[in-house]
């Protein structure tokens, strides 16, 4: 018998963490792709947000004279994506995979509890940071825009709010009973990010004691660290360089950590494998 089993797993194709989270999320992948709904909300929905947004800034700026507008809307569509894409469409795929037992048939296999997670968040991730890459591109491109200040800071903060909001889709799928009702569950944290994160309404034409308010989010901080890392600023001081955007970043990081951490912790204090019973 441990001849057998030996000459098997030699001879087979090894199974690693890689192989299994890209098969996860192929297979994931394809399911979006089939999902009309999903892809509208992934795809079509952020880009007419934009719109939207675009229009609110620059009523904004009329009233606000010095308002940056195109670094605004540049900062402010990728928050948009990251947040529709990546935590919404996220928690109705963890909604659906357990309510298909997908997920709990999967940890019966090999894959790590982290590997289904993240599998499952593969294709949403990277559809997101697509549509991130064409945003800038296009915003660089069409508003004239500079380089990235600090790129460092530009991929922290990217990767924060990506990890962010992995977890916290993870923790509203476990409030979520089924696909149809995760755009009422998920509504409060969309509402607070779009007009509490400074995309709709930059933090900086707040009162000074609601934005301090804001910039205690949990979106926030991520999103700021972005804006920092393209510009410089995250507009509650001039824009600085290189190494000035460290300091300007350090509160930000800080708050941002301690978010994560706190998300991390629910997702795996309150996510369910299971459908209730």
């Known amino acids: 018998m441990t001849t057998v089993?030996?000459?098997?797993?030699?001879?087979?194709?090894?199974?690693?963490?890689?192989?299994?989270?890209?098969?996860?999320?192929?297979?994931?992948?394809?399911?979006?792709?089939?999902?009309?709904?999903?892809?509208?909300?992934?795809?079509?929905?952020?880009?007419?947000?934009?719109f939207g947004l675009q229009s609110v800034l620059t009523q904004q700026a009329e009233?606000?004279?010095?308002?940056?507008?195109?670094?605004?809307?540049?900062?402010?569509?990728?928050?948009?994506?990251?947040?529709?894409?990546?935590?919404?469409?996220?928690?109705?795929?963890?909604?659906?995979?357990?309510?298909?037992?997908?997920?709990?048939?999967?940890?019966?296999?090999?894959?790590?509890?982290?590997?289904?997670?993240?599998?499952?968040?593969?294709?949403?991730?990277?559809?997101?940071?697509?549509?991130?890459?064409?945003?800038?591109?296009?915003?660089?491109?069409?508003?004239?825009?500079?380089?990235?200040?600090?790129?460092v800071l530009l991929v922290v903060g990217l990767a924060l709010a990506v990890v962010t909001l992995i977890a916290l889709a993870a923790v509203s799928s476990a409030f979520t009973r089924t696909v149809e009702s995760a755009g009422i569950t998920t509504m409060p944290m969309l509402l607070l990010t779009q007009f509490g994160s400074g995309l709709f309404i930059p933090l900086e034409v707040m009162p000074d004691r609601l934005a301090e308010i804001c910039r205690l989010l949990p979106t926030t901080p991520a999103f700021q660290l972005v804006r920092v890392g393209w510009f410089g600023t995250d507009g509650s001081a001039a824009p600085t360089g290189f190494a000035g955007s460290w300091a300007t970043a350090a509160p930000h990081l800080v708050t941002g950590g301690v978010w994560l951490a706190l998300?991390?912790?629910?997702?795996?204090?309150?996510?369910?494998?299971?459908?209730?019973?």
């Open 63 to 151: 009233t606000n004279p010095g308002l940056d507008v195109d670094s605004l809307l540049v900062n402010g569509a990728v928050g948009m994506v990251l947040a529709f894409v990546v935590y919404y469409n996220l928690t109705a795929a963890y909604v659906a995979r357990r309510g298909e037992l997908v997920l709990k048939r999967l940890r019966t296999g090999e894959a790590r509890d982290l590997e289904i997670m993240a599998g499952t968040a593969v294709p949403s991730v990277g559809l997101a940071l697509l549509m991130c890459a064409v945003i800038g591109v296009v915003g660089a491109s069409a508003l004239d825009l500079t380089a990235p200040v600090n790129p």
């Open 5 to 50: 089993v030996t000459t098997a797993t030699a001879t087979g194709p090894k199974s690693t963490s890689v192989r299994r989270l890209l098969s996860l999320g192929r297979a994931e992948g394809i399911l979006l792709l089939r999902n009309r709904t999903a892809l509208f909300t992934a795809v079509l929905l952020p880009l007419i947000l934009i």
């Open 263 to 277: 998300a991390v912790w629910a997702a795996v204090r309150y996510f369910r494998w299971e459908p209730r019973r």
